[in-house]
T-cell receptor
Framework: NAGVMQNPRHLVRRRGQEARLRCSPM?????VYWYRQLPEEGLKFMVY????????ESGMPKERFSAEFPKEGPSILRIQQVVRGDSAAYFC??????????FGPGTRLTVT | SQQGEEDPQALSIQEGENATMNCSYK?????LQWYRQNSGRGLVHLIL?????REKHSGRLRVTLDTSKKSSSLLITASRAADTASYFC??????????????FGTGTSLTVIP
């Protein structure tokens, strides 16, 4: 059973471009979470999704950020018109509804 | 903030010694978990302790939870160089209506010197 997959691992975008981060949960997991880790800081919750539903997006900035988890395919975290402050590591985790969350390797976004 | 806060921020020990990290949090919790993150890698789940448990062991790891003090400790015994990593505590607060949402601290950076 492959672990949580995230791609790309590293993404470089210029200011104003769009960033798309993908997360494939572990097989059998229907719950996906996105976290952001700024340099020298802990992880911060962004959004919690189940298939085709956003359950909790209280940690996600209201502008420029969106997330989806379609019936088929990976979960996507989309950041429009990126700014330098968006540079961070973005981690995805999946869960089968147990308490443990299984984390992917993360995507490191650098905005130049 | 509901986030856990780890203490110390950084810890450096000799191989073979024990390493103790502490975590404090602010709200009532369902459970508390510890994760490890190697540099540039994703998080690895280490251990979960429920709010009605006081101590839990897993191999060389020992976790304690004191809900009256809202604190937890992670003890790594007989440390190895491979234990060098950042360690995070994550809390699942009872006030979160959707559940399964964890709040992470800033982590303790552990360096084990061979």
């Amino acid at each position: 059973n492959a672990g949580v997959m995230q791609n790309p691992r590293h993404l470089v975008r210029r200011r104003g471009q769009e960033a798309r981060l993908r997360c494939s949960p572990m097989k059998g997991h229907s719950h996906v979470y996105w976290y952001r880790q700024l340099p020298e800081e802990g992880l911060k919750f962004m959004v919690y999704l189940q298939k085709e539903n956003i359950i909790d997006e209280s940690g996600m900035p209201k502008e420029r950020f969106s997330a989806e988890f379609p019936k088929e395919g990976p979960s996507i975290l989309r950041i429009q018109q990126v700014v330098r402050g968006d540079s961070a590591a973005y981690f995805c985790a999946s869960s089968p509804l147990a308490y443990e969350q299984y984390f992917g390797p993360g995507t490191r976004l650098t905005v130049t | 903030s509901q986030q856990g806060e780890e203490d110390p921020q950084a810890l450096s020990i000799q191989e073979g010694e024990n390493a103790t990290m502490n975590c404090s949090y602010k709200t009532s919790i369902n459970n508390l978990q510890w994760y490890r993150q190697n540099s540039g890698r994703g998080l690895v789940h280490l251990i979960l302790i429920r709010s009605n448990e006081r101590e839990k062991h897993s191999g060389r790891l020992r976790v304690t939870l004191d809900t009256s003090k809202k604190s937890s400790s992670l003890l790594i015994t007989a440390s190895r160089a491979a234990d060098t990593a950042s360690y995070f505590c994550a809390t699942d607060p009872t006030l979160t209506s959707t559940g399964n949402q964890f709040y992470f601290g800033t982590g303790t950076s552990l360096t084990v010197i061979p």
